[in-house]
């Protein structure tokens, strides 16, 4: 959590907690380069999940970004996975909401994860300088096939 707090000082990482009617509904952690918004954490209160909220905060960040990609990243689709079905149920959502996945994947010390993006294509590149940019460049990654 430090790290993420120590990220959110630079002006193009944005970490919002998000509230209706004075009511906790989440938070959107994510970043914003030229033409790329990279989400990397979203989260909906547990007791509101299933009303839209989620849904609602990707509508807000695109219209918020129009014309750039968004980027997210997720735990792949494995069958013997613990938790095999929550990561199918996240594919679902992020494709109902204008997501789909990409060739791409974003391999760090907490294993390989499916790049998943709003564009026609992964902007790669743009992906990349994201990335680099969020972390101060400490950040070690790979973004390949």
């Given at each position: 959590?430090?790290?993420?707090?120590?990220?959110?000082?630079?002006?193009?990482?944005?970490?919002?907690?998000?509230?209706?009617?004075?009511?906790?509904?989440?938070?959107?952690?994510?970043?914003?380069?030229?033409?790329?918004?990279?989400?990397?954490?979203?989260?909906?209160?547990?007791?509101?999940?299933?009303?839209?909220?989620?849904?609602?905060?990707?509508?807000?960040?695109?219209?918020?970004?129009?014309?750039?990609?968004?980027?997210?990243?997720?735990?792949?689709?494995?069958?013997?996975?613990?938790?095999?079905?929550?990561?199918?149920?996240?594919?679902k959502f992020y494709n109902?909401?204008?997501?789909?996945?990409?060739?791409?994947?974003?391999?760090?010390?907490?294993?390989?994860?499916?790049?998943?993006?709003?564009?026609?294509?992964?902007?790669?590149?743009?992906?990349?300088?994201?990335?680099?940019?969020?972390?101060?460049?400490?950040?070690?990654?790979?973004?390949?096939?």
């Amino acid at each position: 959590m430090i790290s993420l707090l120590l990220m959110s000082l630079k002006s193009n990482v944005k970490f919002h907690s998000l509230y209706d009617q004075g009511q906790f509904c989440g938070i959107a952690y994510y970043v914003e380069s030229d033409d790329t918004v990279y989400l990397t954490y979203l989260a909906v209160n547990k007791d509101l999940r299933g009303h839209g909220y989620g849904s609602r905060i990707l509508s807000l960040l695109e219209d918020k970004y129009p014309g750039k990609q968004l980027v997210i990243d997720i735990e792949p689709i494995t069958k013997s996975a613990k938790n095999y079905r929550q990561r199918v149920n996240r594919l679902k959502f992020y494709n109902r909401n204008g997501f789909h996945l990409t060739n791409q994947k974003l391999k760090d010390q907490d294993g390989s994860f499916s790049v998943m993006t709003t564009g026609k294509r992964l902007n790669k590149k743009g992906f990349i300088k994201t990335l680099k940019e969020m972390s101060f460049g400490f950040y070690q990654f790979k973004v390949e096939k």
